[in-house]
């Protein structure tokens, strides 16, 4: 809320849409989905948490973790139902006709739609005869890229890929690109929600 108040998000003038990873981590995951639930003209790809989360409440391994847990507990009883047609209902990637949305990165030279899901939400690195490469390095499309997901790269802005995930949960920032004028807008986050190292939320459940 405080990076739409920045940016004077206006919901009447302005598309809004999300690069995934809306739940998980932070204390109030179930009033992110309100909201979003509540103003359907914001539009989110989904990320690799709405998917594991999707997985892991038909017995996956992350049940044991503990935002797991969490989650589960805030997201159940009587808008159960409401909260997984939501995320059932998330697209793996949106286009239009200058730019794609996704949480990870694209395949080099394949469209979304040809792609393994799994690849779209949580690629980073490539393997090529060559070596290790971002993804986004052999990036030769020609529509703009806008991808979250790597929030130990931070903000990336390479040729015609943008990546938004600035590290809000570890305690960085949240980071808007403002279209056509290709403009980064960030607000630092409020506290650390999620300890990358000791890989332990930073507030009681």
């Known amino acids: 809320m405080d990076l739409l108040d920045k940016v004077k998000y206006n919901e009447g003038e302005d598309r809004l849409f999300l690069v995934g990873d809306v739940i998980n981590r932070g204390p109030d995951s179930h009033k992110v989905l309100d909201y979003l639930i ?5 539009k989110s790809v989904m990320g690799n948490h709405e998917y594991h989360f999707l997985q892991g409440f038909k017995g996956a391994k992350w049940k044991k973790h503990s935002s797991f847990n969490y989650l589960l507990q805030q997201l159940s009883g009587s808008k159960w139902s409401l909260y997984e047609d939501y995320l059932k209902s998330l697209p793996y990637y949106m286009e239009d006709n200058k730019w794609f949305l996704v949480h990870a990165g694209l ?11 799994e690849f779209l939400m949580k690629t980073r690195i490539v393997v090529t005869t060559k070596g290790l490469y971002p993804w986004f390095d052999l990036y030769k499309g020609e529509k703009m890229v806008v991808f979250g997901h790597w929030a130990r790269r931070g903000l990336v802005k390479s040729g015609l890929v943008r990546g938004l995930d600035t590290g809000c949960v570890y305690g960085g920032k949240l980071t808007a690109l403002i ?4 403009k980064f807008v960030s607000v630092d986050a409020h506290q650390q929600w999620y300890d990358p190292i000791k890989k332990r939320l930073n507030w009681s459940i």
Not at 38 to 42: E, L, V, W
């Open 38 to 42: 509540k103003h359907p003209q914001i």
């Open 107 to 117: 395949n080099r030279g394949e469209h979304p739609s040809k792609t393994d899901p």
């Open 179 to 182: 279209l056509p004028d290709d």
